[in-house]
T-cell receptor, first 112, second 113 residues
């Protein structure tokens, strides 16, 4: 079945260092969404990428969608302690916009 | 403001008991989902509904059921709770169209002893 793999599972960085998490789908996606879950919280939507090769920025966060619409990445520049949490990608199936395939998440810890 | 609420937020129960987790949303969304979250597995889909009287099985539906009698609510029932169902459960809803995001409830932490 369709799968979305996400790496790394954990990342520990010093405040100010950069961070990247990657997602790869076994099949072509319609679009991909990214969510952030703070410790003890619930997933909160960050952004959606729809077009092949799309790049979007939100302040220090840069999101990319691959040309084949099968992979995506989230890059955080100069991490801050407020970035702590787990970042999930969710690939949306090509022909069923309600079918979300979540990656297993990358847990980011930032040391001050 | 529209919202999605889950109850109870925490529950401890015994093996074999029936448990129902409530989910209520005020966005008037047709699409509602139940996920469970366990370490190392991310979010796994249990059941989902695309509208009133519509329910569908997700990837980990065994031992769970849902019903959708109105737009606002999608209760999740564990018919006979098992220790393997100890988890954090998230309800989510989504509007129509191909680009809407999921709105998650705050989660229900269930412990089955």
């Amino acid at each position: 079945g369709q799968q979305v793999m996400q790496i790394p599972q954990y990342q520990h960085v010093q405040e100010g260092e950069d961070f990247t998490t990657y997602c790869n789908s076994s099949t072509t996606l319609s679009n991909i969404q990214w969510y952030k879950q703070r410790p003890g919280g619930h997933p909160v939507f960050l952004i959606q990428l729809v077009k092949s090769g799309e790049v979007k920025k939100q302040k220090r966060l840069t999101f990319q969608f691959g040309e084949a619409k099968k992979n995506s990445s989230l890059h955080i520049t100069a991490t801050q302690t407020t970035d702590v949490g787990t970042y999930f990608c969710a690939g949306i199936e090509l022909y069923n916009f309600n079918k979300f395939y979540f990656g297993s998440g990358t847990k980011l810890n930032v040391k001050p | 403001d529209a919202e999605i609420t889950q109850s109870p937020r925490h529950k401890i129960t015994e093996t074999g008991r029936q448990v129902t987790l409530a989910c209520h949303q005020t966005w008037n969304h047709n699409n509602m989902f139940w996920y469970r979250q366990d370490l190392g597995h991310g979010l796994r889909l249990i059941h989902y509904s695309y509208g009133v009287h519509d329910t569908n099985k997700g990837e980990v539906s065994d031992g769970y059921s849902v019903s959708r009698s109105n737009t606002e609510d999608l209760p999740l029932t564990l018919e006979s709770a098992a220790s393997s169902q100890t988890s954090v459960y998230f309800c989510a809803s989504r509007g129509q169209g191909n680009t809407g995001e999921l709105f998650f409830g705050e989660g229900s932490r269930l412990t089955v002893l």
